[in-house]
């Protein structure tokens, strides 16, 4: 069993910046697959970015050389910085944990883009 907690959401105006944090129990964080997903209120819950166990990454075209996703093994922990933030990234993200075939997840933390 992996519990995720996630931290760092809030609220920002347009342009800013965020980081986001998940961090992991369990021991064999660094064999697993972590990822950022977001839900904005009516719409389904899309994958933000991911990166594997050897730090390929990969995201999604609307957030492409605004975000970025990073792992440090060592503290169990996977971050999604996030910079000229936009409105419509307003969501819930949420933190995911892969390891076919088991999947985890947070439990969400809200970022607000608003002036």
């Known amino acids: 069993q992996v519990q995720l907690v996630e931290s760092g959401g809030g609220l920002v105006q347009p342009g800013g910046s965020l980081r986001l944090s998940c961090a992991a129990s369990?021991?064999?964080?660094?064999?697993?697959?972590m990822g950022w997903y977001r839900q904005a209120p009516g719409k389904q819950r899309e994958l933000v970015a991911n990166?594997?166990?050897?730090?390929?990454?990969s995201y999604a075209d609307s957030v492409k050389g605004r975000f970025t996703i990073s792992r440090d093994n060592a503290k169990n922990t996977v971050y999604l910085q996030m910079n000229s933030l936009k409105p419509e990234d307003t969501a819930v993200y949420y933190c995911?944990?892969?390891?076919?075939?088991?999947?985890?997840w947070g439990q969400g933390t809200q970022v607000t883009v608003s002036s």
């Open positions: 995911n944990a892969e390891i076919r075939p088991l999947n985890y």
């Open positions: 369990g021991s064999i964080f660094s064999r697993y697959v």
């Open positions: 990166i594997n166990s050897g730090g390929s990454t």
